[in-house]
């Protein structure tokens, strides 16, 4: 009984998951043409919201998981945001440029990261925060082959070295060089690849 139960079981998974890839890679092609520029082999999972996509370009061979956010503020003007080649972003994550916004390639991003090159006004005592608009508009740069674990926030004005590591949780306010790990909240650089980096207390 045991046998006949787990083929089953096996050839309903292999169904679910050949409909599930046809399914994106369907939604992928369609909606390719609405971005300033969509790579070859690149896959979309929806469900995934897009914003201005007009405004994004997205590089070769990128993946971007199920609920994840991207968008930019406004829909016109060059590209705001740039997702660079082999690049996966897990899902659930958020990535938001109203100026400037670069993932260079092969970047990982683990689930619930936030990237945003601007924050939320929130001063004027007589209006909703979501009224308010955004300030702090600066860019952000992550570097080629960085790490981003998860439920990371990247603030406005950050540059992430190629090949550093976030860890998980972390919010990055400053600048993270190349190959260096860094960790906590807010991120501090505890470790750079080969040596051991000074400590701030």
Avoid: K
């Avoid at 300030?135 to 439920?151: F, H, T």
């Avoid at 070295?161 to 960790?183: C, K, T, Y």
């Amino acid at each position: 009984m045991g046998t006949p139960r787990r083929l089953i079981g096996r050839g309903f998974l292999a169904l679910v998951w050949s409909v599930r890839r046809a399914w994106r890679r369907s939604f992928s092609v369609l909606a390719a043409g609405g971005f300033a520029e969509f790579g070859r082999g690149s896959v979309l999972e929806p469900p995934v919201r897009l914003e201005n996509q007009g405004r994004i370009s997205i590089g070769r061979d990128v993946f971007v998981g199920p609920g994840s956010c991207l968008q930019t503020l406004d829909a016109r003007g060059e590209v705001a945001l740039e997702v660079g080649d082999g690049t996966n972003i897990a899902g659930t994550c958020v990535i938001s440029a109203a100026a400037h916004v670069r993932l260079g390639r092969s970047v990982l991003l683990a689930r619930n990261v936030y990237i945003a090159d601007h924050a939320h006004a929130f001063e004027d005592l007589s209006r909703p925060v979501l009224d308010q608009g955004v300030n702090d508009i600066r860019p952000v740069e992550i570097g080629d082959g960085a790490w981003l674990g998860q439920n990371v926030v990247v603030c406005p004005g950050v540059r992430i070295g190629r090949g550093a590591v976030i860890g998980a949780n972390s919010v990055v306010r400053d600048d993270v060089p190349d190959h260096a790990v860094a960790v906590g909240a807010p991120a501090r650089v505890v470790r750079q690849f080969g040596r051991v980096a000074e400590l701030v207390p």
